[in-house]
């Protein structure tokens, strides 16, 4: 979806369960990186505040 419909309605979805893809996958930057996109070009969308809370709470993990 990202890739070949970059201008749909579902992107910013898209995004956030790629993101959580990668997270599982235990590729903690690739995660960051897509989380921090969708933030970017999203911003004020309930996509970007759940990307939000997931960056704040990656980082609460590696303080640990």
Request: cysteine-free; hydrophobic content about 35%; overall charge positive.
């Amino acid at each position: 979806v990202t890739d070949r419909f970059p201008k749909s309605n579902k992107r910013a979805g898209a995004l956030l369960g790629l993101a959580s893809s990668y997270d599982r996958l235990g590729l903690k930057a690739q995660s960051s990186r897509v989380l921090q996109a969708l933030i970017r070009e999203y911003p004020g969308s309930q996509e970007s505040q759940r990307a939000w809370m997931q960056l704040q709470i990656g980082k609460k993990m590696e303080r640990h």
